[in-house]
């Protein structure tokens, strides 16, 4: 029998945790062991529970959860922290993975991309808002923004393949889509997204929407609107 993923809830609106805990149960392989209201509850449950996961509000009543993903994955690094907000903007979303944290939802869009989102963070694999994802590829389509002509050394030491997998993983675009939508399989998107961080040295996903943005792959500006 396998083992289930133990899953810690942090979001200050009793409701809401409830609404999370329905949706979890549904699926057998995950087990909510706790919840908290803030982020000094929060951190204490995490310390005695040490659950696999950890989901976190941005905004908690005594602390930003971007500090609090910080702590819990300087605590325990092994521990996948996904986060569940409100906040759309890229501001938030870059700060978060940059935070430590391995996957975001939109809590407008739980219901519906909630478990897809547990299955892949807790493989260890960068999970991001689809919704989000769309959004800023139609405002890039809409804006008819040029890309800037790139003469980097770095990028042009990337295969076709990886050039085009660095501008959909840069866009936020989830590893299982982008293999369906290549027609390959997502552990050879990842294979790819770790030789494109090696050629280009870059270590987090934020370095690499950045780098992206750099190169005028995608125009991150327009993640703000």
Do not use: C
Request: charged share 30%; glycine share 6%.
């Amino acid at each position: 029998m396998v083992q289930k993923k133990s899953i810690l809830i942090i979001d200050d609106h009793p409701l809401f945790r409830e609404g999370l805990k329905a949706i979890i149960e549904r699926d057998a392989r995950f087990e909510v062991v706790g919840e908290a209201g803030d982020g000094r509850q929060g951190l204490s449950m995490a310390k005695k529970l040490k659950p696999d996961l950890v989901m976190v509000d941005i905004s908690l009543p005594d602390q930003n959860g971007l500090q609090l993903t910080r702590e819990i994955r300087s605590l325990w690094p092994e521990t996948r922290v996904l986060i569940v907000s409100m906040h759309s903007k890229i501001d938030y979303i870059t700060e978060a993975f940059q935070a430590g944290a391995t996957g975001y939802v939109v809590k407008d869009s739980a219901s519906e991309r909630l478990l897809n989102a547990l299955e892949t963070v807790s493989k260890g694999e960068y999970f991001l808002d689809s919704s989000v994802s769309h959004s800023v590829v139609k405002m890039l389509m809409e804006s008819g923004v040029k890309r800037a002509k790139i003469t980097d050394s770095a990028y042009e030491s990337l295969t076709p393949r990886e050039q085009e997998i660095i501008r959909l993983l840069a866009e936020g675009i989830s590893t299982r889509v982008i293999a369906d939508k290549l027609f390959i399989s997502p552990k050879t998107v990842e294979n790819h997204r770790a030789n494109i961080m090696n050629k280009l040295g870059v270590h987090t996903t934020f370095e690499l929407i950045r780098y992206a943005a750099r190169l005028g792959l995608i125009d991150v500006a327009l993640w703000r609107e």
